[in-house]
């Protein structure tokens, strides 16, 4: 329970005594407090970047465990699932980025349960590949286990999916390469992975296609998968048994590949979920023959590559490539072929008002919260929004992160977006105050990166990577947050909001962007110095960002003191939101980039 008691002094002491800050930065932060009260002591451990507003929170309520795994320091909460929860921390020493994934304490007596999360930590120690977060160590600390891993700035390959909706085979081709070198890999170290989907792949922002979980337990006991409602195998097990394969074939990892690069493609799962919570009954309905062939898309590859991924995707055994190193030596030749000098486009199309892109998007695959609007529905109509002044600061409790990857990561902090395996995002909840929209981790697995792009591919050629533009926004109200998501979604810039000032700092500080939209509407009196301070940030952090301040009609008059220049450019509400993004789009162009059209 929280302590409603709790003085500053109570929460520094309790800092120092569990080690989280030294004894002489708590009698610093305590002189330097404006006025000593409890408020203002966190508020100057954040600016300090002393502590996060997990760990503070954490404090506030009287918790005393949770806050180092291994000696390892936890920043703050990134995802949960069925069975493990996943933060963000730092190695020590070196303070090198880490996750560090959890066994959920309903499992700590469930010694299957621990068995299975050991062997996926056991697997990952073995696998040392680009191509493959890689697994640093697992222990146990105070009942709780654990394992760290690689932190991966970016996002899963669904949150990817749901923001570019499909991927010009071009751009693809390097990320489905490196896949298959790392599965060459693992499977020559003798590993199957056995949950290969579009969560358990995350895409850093360098492109660099990754893969998580491995080293599963193969369904021993139905009566468990109905137990534990673990859906992480089941695919496998009902195409074994399809196809007549044994359990842990390596030819089914060759498949779901296939599966994975089919919706890289096209943007569309190849295979429409059962309407049933019972993995059971879904393992027993799926039909695996009635996939439509990826030449036969209108997306489809060109029919070289489309033979390649209808071969993987075989559900007769002697028609399916027998190893990855067949796969992987058809995808290099084909690369080889076409040379890879062709440009890559961003989005083969821009979504239309009435459907475009969305028409064949199979929504019976995906959850609502799993795409841009709920099922069925289309791109609104309506005109654009007039972003008002805000009456005042909103009443209402910080939003939730929503994981629409960017974000969260980022989102998207958006977008995330991580490596593990998140089985339900019903329960996530992240930091108040941040809205990271589509990011790094998601339900299933989650995690949301600095924007400098490398050249992804690996063999045959050259590919020019999309340079995705980054947006930092602090935004108060809630449905202008949502508006701005949508607007620059679509526009195919990833965002990273926040209605926070504190919680703005501190993830700017971890993960400076080049662009920010900053609305000072609604924030109060310090909110054009909570401006100027994350304006000097950047600079501390030799950042030269280009920004659109937003300011509230009763702020107008501050106008005057904010001198503009090519990088800043301040506008008073009452705005039209194209008024916005046209001041977007114009910081873009000074910059060398531009949302796509």
């Known amino acids: 329970m929280p302590d409603t008691d709790l003085t500053a002094r109570d929460l520094l002491d309790n800092a120092v005594r569990l080690g989280l800050i030294t004894q002489s930065q708590a009698n610093a932060v305590l002189v330097d407090a404006p006025d000593g009260s409890l408020k203002s002591v966190e508020s100057l451990l954040s600016r300090r970047n002393l502590l ?48 560090i994934k959890v066994l959920r304490q309903r499992f700590v007596a469930d010694r299957g349960a621990i068995e299975r999360f050991r062997k996926e930590a056991e ?69 199957t992975h056995r949950d290969l989907k579009a969560t358990n792949i995350l895409i850093s922002t360098n492109r660099q296609a990754k893969l998580v979980d491995f080293g599963l337990a193969e369904i021993e006991d139905e009566k468990k998968v109905e137990r534990t409602h673990s859906q992480r195998t089941v695919d496998y097990s ?31 799962a190849p295979m429409s979920e059962v309407e049933s919570d ?125 994981r629409s990857s960017t974000t969260e990561p980022s989102h998207s902090d958006a977008g995330s977006t991580g490596s593990f395996d998140i089985e339900d995002q019903s329960a996530l909840q992240d ?9 790094l981790f998601d339900d299933d697995d989650d995690q949301d990166g600095p924007t400098h792009e490398e050249d992804p591919s690996s063999a045959g050629g050259e590919f020019v990577a999309f340079v995705q533009p980054e947006l930092f926004c602090v935004e108060r109200q809630e449905e202008v947050r949502e508006v701005f998501r949508k607007s620059f979604d679509k526009r195919g810039l990833r965002v990273f909001l926040f209605s926070d000032l504190d919680l703005a700092m501190e993830r700017y500080r971890e993960h400076p962007t080049d662009f920010i939209l900053f609305d000072a509407d609604g924030f109060g009196s310090g909110a054009i110095e909570s401006f100027r301070k994350l304006r000097n940030l950047a600079k501390q952090l030799g950042r030269k960002p280009r920004i659109v301040l937003l300011l509230g009609p009763k702020q107008a008059p501050l106008r005057s003191s904010i001198p503009e220049n090519d990088r800043l450019v301040v506008l008073v509400k009452p705005l039209k939101m194209k008024e916005i993004t046209q001041a977007v789009e114009d910081q873009l162009a000074r910059s060398g980039q531009s949302l796509s059209s």
């Open 52 to 99: 996060t507003s997990w760990q503070l929170d954490r404090l506030r309520k009287g918790d005393s465990q949770g806050f180092f795994y291994g000696g390892h320091r936890v920043l703050f909460h990134i995802a949960e699932g069925t069975f493990a929860r996943v933060y963000r921390g730092v190695r020590q020493p070196g303070n090198q980025p880490i996750a």
């Open 123 to 191: 697997a990952g120690l073995k696998l040392i590949h680009p191509n493959i977060v890689q697994v640093y160590d697992y222990g146990e600390e105070q009942g709780r286990h654990y394992m760290t891993m690689e932190f991966v700035e970016g996002a899963n390959l669904r949150e990817f999916l749901r923001r570019r909706v499909r991927l010009p085979y071009q751009e693809a081709l390097p990320m489905m390469i490196g896949l298959a070198q790392g599965l060459k890999y693992s499977l020559e170290q003798g590993v």
């Open 238 to 268: 009902a195409l074994e048994r399809t196809c007549g394969s044994p359990k842990g074939d390596p030819r089914s990892d060759i498949f779901f590949l296939g599966c994975v690069y089919y919706q890289m493609l096209t943007g569309q």
């Open 278 to 402: 019972d993995p059971i009954r879904k393992m027993m309905k799926r039909s695996f023959g009635a996939i439509t062939p990826i030449s036969e898309h209108r997306h489809a590859p060109p029919p070289e590559l489309a033979a390649i991924i209808e071969k993987m995707m075989k559900v007769d055994l002697k028609q399916r490539y027998q190893s990855m190193a067949e796969v992987l030596a058809d995808l290099e030749a084909f690369a080889a072929r076409i040379g890879g000098t062709a440009p890559v486009e961003t989005r083969t199309s821009k979504p239309s008002r009435t459907g475009g892109d969305f028409e064949d998007f199979d929504f019976d695959t995906l959850r609502p919260d799993q795409i841009f609007l709920p099922p069925g529905s289309n791109i609104p109509s309506d005109p654009e929004p007039e972003l008002q002044p805000q009456p005042g600061g909103l009443t209402s409790a910080p939003p939730m992160f929503l």
């Open 431 to 439: 930091e108040p105050g941040m809205d990271q929209g589509p990011s």
